[in-house]
């Protein structure tokens, strides 16, 4: 099993010259290279979760999320690597054909169990797993030691070289630890994924803790909902990847990265404004994709 690699963590200057032209700074913290399966912001988002099952001696890890979710990869391969059983409630009848990454996933040893859509949105657990012997994971790790994990991506940047920090935002447990590591001067922007997702502002304040913070939400790039896309957005990630060598995934960091293109573009920043976006992984999201739709 690889091990997850922190000297892989690079800060890549893009110089996209649209950005150039501009006089913004945009450079791309890249949690993708940590792991070929945990990669991105899901480790980060898991590591005291995992810490606190360690100490509370389970032997059992559940955790929740649909058939193309990057969580439920990367914790059946967390639980692999740290020895826990993994078990995934996915939302949905069983299908004939298992997603990839419900494929993958069980190969790292996680036991997939499926549930209704209305059981799954009233968060129900199967009555065979509702014990005390496992230890639960909310979807996406929301919740307070999901986002204190998240605080500390910020520990292999130079934070202070930088004005703004851009994310792109699922459950919010990933802003609301940006958000908790920034100082006062710094503007978090978060790039919503999923479509009129107005309760994220509640989700990012209640892992807040009524912590100040200075953010700012974004509705406007999910391209028709989450994991939607249109053709607009693979050719721009084609081309993003031409000019900086960054590979990104339909769902979140493709969208992150067209949604700061255009703002730039928009004339959203002053020239001189230095913005760091992360790279949240995910890659593995691309095999939805039919082949040579994309060119990494």
Known sequence: MTDINFNNISVDILTV????????????LRLDKIHPLISGNKWFKLRYYLEEAKQQNKK????FGGAWSNHILATAAACKMNGFNGIGIIRGEKPANLSPTLLQSQAEGMQLVFTSRDDYRKKKIPAELDNDNNYFINEGGFGNSGAA????ILNYCDLNKFDKIGCACGTGTMIAGLIRATIPSQQVIGISMLKNNFDLEKSVQLLLNNVEGNYQLIHDYHFGGYAKYKSE???FMNMFYLQTGIPSDFVY????????????????????????LIHSGGLTGNSSLEKGMLIF
């Open 233 to 235: 957005l693979i050719d």
């Open 60 to 63: 059992t890890i559940v955790t």
């Open 149 to 152: 994990g998240a605080a500390t």
């Open 253 to 276: 960091t493709g969208k992150l990265f067209y949604a700061f293109y255009q703002l730039v573009k928009n004339n959203s920043f002053i020239p001189g404004c230095r913005i760091l």
């Open 17 to 28: 010259p649209l950005f150039i032209e501009k006089g913004v700074e945009i450079s791309v």
